[in-house]
Nanobody, 110 residues
Framework: VQLVESGGGLVQPGGSPRLSCAAS????????ITWYRQAPGKERVSVAV???????NYADSVKGRFTISRDNAKNTVYLQMNNLKPEDTAVYYC?????WGQGTQVTVSS
């Protein structure tokens, strides 16, 4: 199993980056995938999840600003982040059944 996140970086407040998670090693289209984040000194928490059929659920802290989507043909899950705030600064990971990628750092700062 391999999960590879990309798309992070330094973003100004209000910015709108899109993260990608490329998956391999399992039947991607059959499983839910979750985006997590871990801020400095804090635990890793779930921010968004997408089911195999495309149903979504979000943490209250990102609801209305983040959108999770998937492309089963590309074995990729996306996280569109809008109106970023400094408190969104974290390492973002995608996860599947206890498997994690290396994460991608998102830093929101002016």
């Amino acid at each position: 199993v391999q999960l590879v996140e990309s798309g992070g970086g330094l973003v100004q407040p209000g910015g709108s980056p899109r993260l990608s998670c490329a998956a391999s090693g399992f039947t991607f289209s059959s499983y839910a995938i979750t985006w997590y984040r871990q801020a400095p000194g804090k635990e890793r928490v779930s921010v968004a999840v997408i089911s195999p059929g495309g149903s979504t659920n979000y943490a209250d802290s990102v609801k209305g600003r983040f959108t999770i989507s998937r492309d089963n043909a590309k074995n990729t899950v996306y996280l569109q982040m809008n109106n970023l705030k400094p408190e969104d600064t974290a390492v973002y990971y995608c996860g599947w059944r206890g498997n994690w990628g290396q994460g991608t750092q998102v830093t929101v700062s002016s």
